[in-house]
């Protein structure tokens, strides 16, 4: 039997601040701007903390590699026995999830129009004879990929099912929060004074509706510390904002479930939280993948998942996700990696006789790369329709 799950929802006191990569003092830095979400990684060290000081952990005496709590807490290189399963957004009763990078945005304000790309003809393009993703015929001029956006869990489900999710199924994040600047001196704690010269200038995030919460799903949590009243405050990201968390236990880790099934089209993998691929074929974005390359014709990539054979044929994919942090016990910045974002689709072959349909059903929830107790590489399984090019459209007037 696994580790107990609990759902932890976290919302904002006031505001919070989660610092991007860049250093304050990198070159050219003005205003460092606000990670959202969160990296796991921050989530995870908020709660562990929580754990510590429940349990009177003395912080300096476990930086000098007191092991006394280390199994059950872990440290900046490795999550203990408290692990984070997945990271979600939920907003207006509906979980959000990170708008797949397939997606195409068109259309005037009076009528806005969502497409979906799918595998074009086979380039030659730096990454070799690879079929670049394309837009149906008849997208409205202009389309384009939005940043920064969510799918409602009802447009995941159409998304899913090989449809297209409706405009008002895709929301954006400045529909979630706000951005407030905020200018702050560096201090000398040892003489209880400012340090002349160090001003900064940081992007705290405040959450336009009170409802809007994230969601850690948190497994290994001892029985014994978690609070009676299912209710407890935690510090949280930059500066030490206070979040007011609620807590219970869950069953699993909630995923959207498609609509139909359809037994056509092609298999697409949805990546919804960042992926290490650090040990795999970076061209690829998937781990344990490697190129094909075929004599005259396209170049793939090929590899397995829940053990079925897939081949990796072509894939929309953001800019990389940076993921930096700071060493709390090397009292130094940890160094910065890159992930592949969330977002990322990617489209696959079944190879043998598995049909699309039982394929997704299996590798619905699975995962790619390392986990590393952060939620990473978690993969949403759908299908791209093979359906005439009016039907790969969905509009909607407002």
């Known amino acids: ?137 008849g997208t409205a001029p202009g389309s384009y990929v939005p940043a920064d956006a969510w799918l409602t869990e009802e447009g995941a489900r159409r998304w899913l099912a090989g449809e297209c999710p409706q405009p008002d199924q895709v929301l954006r994040t400045e529909d979630l929060l706000a951005g407030e600047s905020r200018l702050g001196i560096a201090r000398d704690n040892a003489r ?16 336009r509706e009170s409802a809007t919460c994230i969601e850690a799903y948190v497994a290994g949590l001892p029985e014994g510390l978690v609070p009676k009243t299912g209710r407890f405050t935690l510090r949280l990201g930059g500066e030490g904002r206070m979040a007011d968390v609620a807590i219970e236990p869950a069953q699993r880790v909630p995923l959207p479930s498609p609509i139909v099934r359809r037994q056509d089209g092609q298999l697409a993998l949805w990546l919804v939280s960042p992926a290490d691929t650090e040990h795999g074929d970076p061209a690829s974005g998937l781990a344990g993948f490697t190129r094909e390359r075929g004599p005259g014709s396209a170049d793939s990539w090929r590899g397995a998942l829940c053990g079925i054979e897939l081949r990796l044929v072509s894939s929309c994919r953001p800019r990389a996700q940076r993921e930096g942090g700071w060493d709390q016990k090397a009292h130094r910045p940890r160094a910065v990696r890159s992930l592949v974002p969330p977002g990322t689709v990617y489209f696959c072959e079944v190879l043998g006789d598995m049909g699309v349909a039982e394929a997704a059903s299996i590798l619905h929830g699975a995962t790619t790369g390392p986990s590393g107790g952060l939620g990473r590489g978690r993969l949403l399984a759908g299908v791209v329709a093979l359906a005439p090019a009016d039907q790969q459209k969905a509009s909607f007037a407002g």
């Not at 290189?77 to 408290?82: E, F, L, Q, R």
């Not at 129009?113 to 670049?132: F, K, N, Q, S, Y």
């Not at 209880?192 to 959450?207: E, I």
Request: with cysteine.
């Open 192 to 207: 209880a004074t400012v340090k002349r010269g160090l001003l900064y200038q940081v992007r705290h995030l405040r959450f």
């Open 1 to 137: 039997m696994g580790a107990a799950l609990h759902r932890l929802s976290i919302r904002a006191v006031d505001t919070l601040f989660f610092r991007e990569a860049r250093q304050h003092a990198s070159l050219g830095a003005s205003e460092l701007a606000s990670l959202f979400p969160p990296p796991t990684r921050t989530i995870l060290g908020a709660i562990r903390t929580w754990l510590g000081d429940a349990l009177g952990v003395d912080w300096k005496a476990f930086a000098r590699g007191d092991d006394a709590h280390r199994q059950l807490l872990g440290d900046s290189d490795a999550p203990g026995s408290v692990t984070i399963a997945a990271l979600l957004i939920h907003h207006n009763r509906t979980r959000l999830w990170p708008c797949p990078a397939d997606l195409l945005l068109g259309g005037t304000p009076g009528t806005r129009t969502v497409a979906r790309l799918a595998p074009g003809p086979v380039v030659e393009c730096d990454l070799g004879r690879i079929a670049l993703p394309a837009a149906p015929p």
